[in-house]
Nanobody
Framework: QVQLAESGGGLVQAGGSLRLSCAAS????????MRWFRQAPGKEREFVAGISWSGSSTYYEDSVKGRFAISRDNAKNTVYLQMNSLKPEDTGVYYC??????????????WGQGTQVTVSS
């Protein structure tokens, strides 16, 4: 059974940092590209960042470039999202996703349940 379990969300003040983790199980994690998406209240889910199966390529949504960093540890079946200089507009539920491309385009094979990130002003 495939599982993607996000953790690390919480409440943080603007300018602060959080590190999200997504632990994968039930499939060959090292073969899959991974992505992070987020969904703000009342808005559609949007792409945040993607990383290739090997970790050699990454891709970011413009608004998070230079602030967020995606990484992975294939030995631990885990993908991370380091978020720095957080802004209130980064608030939302963050989801990790397996499969497809590392860009906003393309279907996802597996979704996690999400973790809430709230940035106060």
């Amino acid at each position: 059974q495939v599982q993607l379990a996000e953790s690390g969300g919480g409440l943080v003040q603007a300018g602060g940092s959080l590190r999200l983790s997504c632990a994968a199980s039930g499939y060959n994690f090292y073969r899959y590209n991974m992505r992070w998406f987020r969904q703000a209240p009342g808005k559609e889910r949007e792409f945040v960042a993607g990383i290739s199966w090997s970790g050699s390529s990454t891709y970011y949504e413009d608004s998070v470039k230079g602030r967020f960093a995606i990484s992975r540890d294939n030995a631990k079946n885990t993908v991370y999202l380091q978020m720095n200089s957080l802004k209130p507009e980064d608030t939302g539920v963050y989801y990790c996703a397996a499969g497809g491309t590392i860009t906003p385009i393309g279907d996802v094979d597996y979704w996690g349940q999400g973790t809430q990130v709230t940035v106060s002003s």
